[in-house]
Nanobody
Framework: VQLQASGGGLVQAGGSLRLSCEVSGTTFSSYAIGWYRQAPGKQREYVAG???????TYADSVKGRFTISRDNAKKTAYLQMNSLKPEDTAVYYC????????????????WGQGTQVTVSS
C-alpha cells in the first residue's frame, strides 16, 4: 500500500491550497481516508476524515474552512483548504484507515510521506 501526498506550498494568510492523496496497492473504495498534520515541536493531530460513504468529520480548528473529498475512480482523496491561517502551517499527512469507518483512521501504518504547507502572515 502506498500513499502519495502532494499539493503543499507557500501561501499568504487568507489564501487557498488543495492537497491530494493518491493511493495505490489497495482497494481504495473500501477504506476511510484521513488527513493529519504536524507542526514543528507539536504532536501529529487529526484534521479531517472521510468514510467510504462520504461521511466526513473535521477538527474544530478547521471546520468551515477545509473540505475533504474522495474520488474512488481516481483512487485519490483531497483536502481543499480555504482561508488559511499561519497556525495551519504544518506537514500534512494522509492515512488509510483499517476499515470503511472513520473510527479506523490513524490505527494503521499506512501513511503518505507528507507535504509541507506554509502560511505566511
Amino acid at each position: 500500500v502506498q500513499l502519495q501526498a502532494s499539493g503543499g506550498g507557500l501561501v499568504q494568510a487568507g489564501g487557498s491550497l488543495r492537497l491530494s492523496c493518491e493511493v495505490s496497492g489497495t482497494t481504495f473504495s473500501s477504506y476511510a481516508i484521513g488527513w493529519y498534520r504536524q507542526a514543528p515541536g507539536k504532536q501529529r493531530e487529526y484534521v479531517a476524515g472521510i468514510s467510504i460513504g462520504s461521511t466526513t468529520t473535521y477538527a474544530d480548528s478547521v471546520k468551515g474552512r477545509f473540505t475533504i473529498s474522495r474520488d474512488n475512480a481516481k483512487k485519490t482523496a483531497y483536502l481543499q483548504m480555504n482561508s488559511l491561517k499561519p497556525e495551519d502551517t504544518a506537514v500534512y499527512y494522509c492515512n488509510r484507515g483499517g476499515r470503511p469507518s472513520l473510527a479506523s483512521l490513524g490505527t494503521t501504518g499506512y501513511w503518505g510521506q507528507g507535504t509541507q504547507v506554509t502560511v505566511s502572515s
